[in-house]
């Protein structure tokens, strides 16, 4: 399934993003994730950092995924599905979508997964949660999480029907 993280794919345009929705990052937060970033191998560090920007700013968009990206690439796959469930609640907030995924249903959903970075954001969140169900052996709620991706991106931009079938067959990491 690949090494990286399907929620990071969205962070390009997220800095900008982020302001419109959120507001700015507070200076705080914004210096403790960049320490957090900076921080290597030094893994207490980081995560007091991490917690630091948490009380500092705790529902920005930015301090959810740095925490989610954060989780995820040290391997901890139940922080970081939790990560991505709070980027997805989050978002939905925001764009007025109902807070469990499985109900939302996105009009003119071909235009908003190419045009809406909004909308964009919520798929990359639900793309990394259903993909963490599944690592974490919680399959049919990841598949049903893809599946829901792939309604609200019938064009497939987000290539959810690809991880889907990987899923399906039962294929991991290793086998790749």
């Known amino acids: 399934m690949g090494t990286e993280a399907p929620l990071a794919e ?28 900076r921080s290597g191998r030094a893994q207490s560090r980081a995560e007091a950092l991490l917690r630091e920007a948490i009380e500092a700013d705790p529902e920005h968009i930015s301090v959810l995924i ?23 609640e989050a978002v939905a907030r925001k764009a ?6 499985s109900t939302v249903c996105a009009a003119r959903r071909e235009e908003r997964a190419q045009e809406d970075p909004l909308f964009r954001l919520y798929l990359f969140a639900l793309k990394a949660y259903g993909y963490l169900e599944s690592r974490l ?31 399906e ?8």
């Open 10 to 37: 969205a962070l390009p345009g997220v800095g900008a993003l982020a302001e419109a929705y959120w507001g700015s990052l507070s200076s705080r937060a914004e210096e403790l994730l960049r320490a957090a970033g």
């Open 66 to 88: 740095g925490n989610y990206r954060y989780a995820f690439y040290s391997g901890k796959l139940v922080e970081a599905r939790d990560w991505a469930l709070a980027c997805l």
């Open 96 to 101: 007025g979508l109902p807070q469990e995924w």
């Open 137 to 167: 052996g919680e399959r049919e709620k990841g598949l049903a999480a893809l599946r829901k991706l792939e309604e609200l991106d019938p064009k497939g931009l987000l290539r959810g029907g690809d991880l889907r079938r990987i899923v």
């Open 169 to 176: 067959r039962g294929q991991t990491e290793d086998e790749d």
